[in-house]
């Protein structure tokens, strides 16, 4: 029971790059999620999608697009680098809100530098 | 504005030393609220959910507690493996499932 997978772990892009960030889970949740955390800032709400086919913007979307074609996976993507998204990233998924077990489960995190 | 504030924002114990760690919120219509755990270069790690004032939950050498306005999560006899960042986070009514997390609590344990 793998939980969720986030790849790649770590990235180094150059400012204008783009890259897909890919999450997994195998919990059969409804709900993603995609934070990014940062030094003195906390985790904050990217983009995300409370089902298959379906997105939504976060906290701080620009910059940033998702799809979500499978139950199973949330991707996020940058379309053209900079400096400003150098983060951490964590993907989480969980069921819907409706439901008493609500919390969400967090996949390890993937360490952005764009120089 | 819905704001969750965390304190102290680092904390040193030695092993034995017991302490509480604080969760202060101000938001309009709290359906939850979240303690995690996150260990360095690791994903935050679920420890608790409490939903109404005067709830009490427990695990091993934790126990958090949730009033209107702030949660605490004591920590008794601390051992060095509980060394890590703590989170707190909200879950509002009418927010669909999205957490807003404070900035954590470092808490270093030493022997």
């Known amino acids: 029971n793998a939980g969720v997978t986030q790849t790649p772990k770590f990235r180094v892009l150059k400012t204008g790059q783009s890259m897909t960030l890919l999450c997994a889970q195998d919990?059969?949740?409804?709900?993603m999620y995609w934070y990014r955390q940062d030094p003195g800032m906390g985790l904050r709400l990217i983009h995300y999608?409370?089902?298959?086919?379906?997105?939504a913007k976060g906290e701080v979307p620009d910059g940033y697009n998702v799809s979500r074609l499978k139950k199973q996976n949330f991707l996020l993507g940058l379309e053209s680098a900079a400096p400003s998204q150098t983060s951490v990233y964590f993907c989480a998924s969980s069921y819907p809100p409706k439901l008493m077990n609500t919390e969400a489960f967090f996949g390890q995190g993937t360490r952005l530098t764009v120089v | 504005e819905d704001q969750v504030t965390q304190s102290p924002e680092a904390l040193r114990l030695q092993e034995g030393e017991s302490s509480s760690l604080n969760c202060s919120y101000t938001?309009?219509?709290?359906?939850?609220l979240f303690w995690y755990r996150q260990d360095p270069g690791k994903g935050p790690e679920f420890l608790f959910t409490l939903y109404s004032a005067g709830e009490e939950k427990e695990k091993e050498r934790l126990k958090a507690t949730l009033t209107k306005k702030e949660s605490f999560l004591h920590i008794t006899a601390p051992k060095p493996e509980d060394s890590a960042t703590y989170l707190c986070a909200v879950l509002l009514e009418g927010g669909g499932n999205k957490l807003t997390f404070g900035t954590g609590t470092q808490l270093k344990v030493e022997l």
């Open positions: 999608s409370v089902g298959e086919g379906t997105t």
């Open positions: 919990m059969n949740h409804e709900y």
């Open positions: 938001v309009s219509g709290l359906r939850g």
